[in-house]
């Protein structure tokens, strides 16, 4: 994750949230790096899909999902706007 980035999408009033399947330690630490102040820690893929559903029906927010993986697919594919990076996409 790029801080600037993060920087831009705080100024347009979007809020990221960090959903990861580390442990608190690694996650606390990229989360404090880059400025996230929303952090789900030792999330599974279910997890990651729980959350999103929680953002998306009982909010009312919209999502855009960033994975890295594999195990992102579900959530990737959940969310109605959303970029897939790294691993052996084919």
Avoid: F, R
Wanted: glycine content about 8%.
């Amino acid at each position: 994750m790029q801080k600037k980035l993060l920087i831009i999408l705080k100024k347009l009033d979007l809020d990221p949230v960090l959903l990861t399947g580390d442990t608190e330690k690694p996650a606390k630490h990229m989360a404090d790096q880059v400025g996230i102040d929303q952090l789900y820690y030792n999330c599974l893929p279910e997890t990651k899909m729980k959350v999103i559903d929680g953002y998306q029906d009982i909010k009312n927010e919209l999502v855009a999902m960033v994975g890295d993986g594999v195990n992102d697919a579900p959530s990737l594919k959940k969310s109605p706007c959303w970029n897939s990076y790294g691993g052996n996409w084919q």
